[in-house]
């Protein structure tokens, strides 16, 4: 079984860490390089693994910790979702308005 978060920021790096204090690789991804924020993955522990969006996004359990302005985009990363296991964090940036 694989594991991934899209998106790092409060959300994101939480989950790591849960998943870090179990001993679980887990892929991160945001919409940037994973350049940009692996010293914070190494930070947290040498589970966190940082991917691209792409390759992250092929893992068999996929969280998405992103804005929720941000989903469609991050649903572009695959052709299909069919099939995937997505778990979405509870928190509304708007979504209440639409």
Wanted: proline content about 4%; aromatic content about 10%.
């Amino acid at each position: 079984m694989s594991y991934a978060i899209i998106g790092f920021g409060k959300i994101g790096q939480a989950l790591a860490k849960a998943f870090a204090r179990n001993g679980i690789d887990v892929f991160v991804a945001t919409t940037r390089d994973p350049e940009s924020f692996a010293s914070a993955a190494a930070a947290i522990g040498p589970e966190i693994i940082p991917k691209k969006l792409a390759e992250a996004v092929k893992a068999d359990i996929v969280f998405l910790a992103v804005r929720f302005e941000s989903h469609q985009d991050v649903a572009k990363a695959l052709p299909t979702w069919k099939g995937k296991l997505e778990v979405l964090h509870g928190t509304d940036h708007g979504a209440g308005n639409y």
